[in-house]
């Protein structure tokens, strides 16, 4: 019986385990972008927030996928099932030696019954104790190393296309003019759209030819009608004449003055010279006066000279410079230029006869 008991104790060393569990979990994930690997894109032409017409070449930038991380110990006190089981089969094993014992003869001093009676009293503690004590907790582990990765590849601005200068084409009329280092076209949208009443643009579909450093460049895009309307408020507020609108109290009388075209240079090629000269006779104030150029001849058409506020008696002399290519310059040499200016104000006062000009183009004509 002895050795019964001495094997049970053996077997049952411990009445827990202890499990050592490394959990490692993200704390942080972040995306790092690269601008310096930015690779650029097709060129293209954008309205930008100031309402200038700008050439750029989209960008787009390589990023990183970056996480960090922790690492913690869990640590768990658990029943050792082993101790467990061998604590059920001696109460089991102890109950029966009882049994016996006590249906023997002379079962009061019999060695089975002690013998039972002490495998009971040693495997219930085994049997029972494994279930007590048992815990979890956390204790903190060695710092991890973010771990990178290549991410996905996203939009990262844009920058100016390097050019010269740009021709483009917008429903038919030709616009010429210079292209900046910031990538601005010199000639503002609102050249062809009337600032004061933009919400009449439908959507323009350009197609533009690029003197870039890398050789002519033929870029095709579409510019938001909606975005030219918005636009046009920012044009106004840095105008070189007075925008102000002020309700008509007496009607004015506006008097145009003789039109005058030339041809001239300048530093990035030729150019027509318009000349309006206009007076306001009164007796009321004129608001938002503007004329826009009606002509067969493509590079000229469509574009707008804007004078802005007359008060009674004022006169104005308005000049409009529109940048043309030499094909058109000498086309024009060998023509007869034919161009009409309808006059536009806030209040519908202005002229219903157009101002006319008609003859030979004059080559830096008097202002």
């Not at 019999?110 to 039972?116: K, V």
């Not at 870039?212 to 507020?237: C, M, W």
């Not at 004022?314 to 000498?330: F, G, N, Q």
């Not at 230029?337 to 006062?349: F, K, P, Q």
Request: include cysteine; proline fraction near 8%.
């Amino acid at each position: 019986m002895v050795r019964l008991t001495s094997l049970v104790l053996l077997a049952t060393t411990a009445c827990h385990i202890t499990v050592r569990t490394e959990v490692t979990h993200p704390t942080d994930e972040r995306s790092v972008l690269h601008p310096e690997g930015a690779i650029a894109h097709r060129p293209t032409l954008v309205l930008s927030e100031t309402g200038a017409l700008r050439f750029v070449e989209p960008l787009e930038c390589p990023t990183e996928r970056v996480v960090s991380s922790k690492t913690t110990y869990e640590i768990e006190t658990r029943p050792n099932l082993a101790t467990f089981v061998v604590g059920v089969i001696a109460t089991a094993v102890g109950g029966v030696m009882i049994i016996g014992g006590v249906g023997a003869k002379d079962s009061a001093a019999n060695p089975i019954t002690y013998g039972g009676i002490g495998l009971v009293a040693t495997g219930i503690p085994f049997a029972v104790g494994p279930w007590l004590g048992t815990s979890k907790h956390l204790e903190a582990g060695p710092v991890t190393p973010p771990q990178r990765a290549p991410g996905p590849s996203v939009p990262c601005g844009a920058r100016a296309l390097e050019a010269t200068t740009a021709t483009l084409t917008i429903r038919g009329v030709e616009v010429h003019g210079a292209v900046g280092p910031d990538g601005v076209f010199s000639i503002s949208p609102y050249q062809l759209v009337d600032a004061y009443a933009p919400t009449t643009v439908t959507a323009w579909d350009i197609r533009a030819i690029v003197q870039a450093r890398s050789g002519a460049r033929t870029i095709e895009t579409v510019i938001d009608g909606a975005a030219l309307a918005a636009r046009a408020k920012e044009f106004l507020a840095y105008a070189d004449f007075n925008t102000t609108v002020k309700p008509l109290r007496l009607v004015p009388n506006i008097v145009p003055g003789t039109l005058r075209a030339s041809l001239t240079s300048t530093s990035f090629g030729p150019a027509v010279r318009f000349v309006l000269p206009v007076k306001n006779d009164g007796p009321g104030e004129v608001w938002a006066l503007r004329g826009q150029i009606a002509s067969p001849t493509k590079a000229i058409d469509g574009r707008m000279i804007y004078i802005g506020h007359l008060a009674k008696g004022e006169a104005s002399s308005r000049e409009l410079l529109v940048p043309i290519t030499l094909a058109a310059a000498d086309a024009l040499r060998a023509t007869t230029l034919d161009i009409s200016i309808e006059l536009r104000d806030a209040h519908g006062t202005a002229p219903a006869t157009p101002v006319r000009y008609r003859g030979d183009v004059l080559v830096d004509a008097p202002r």
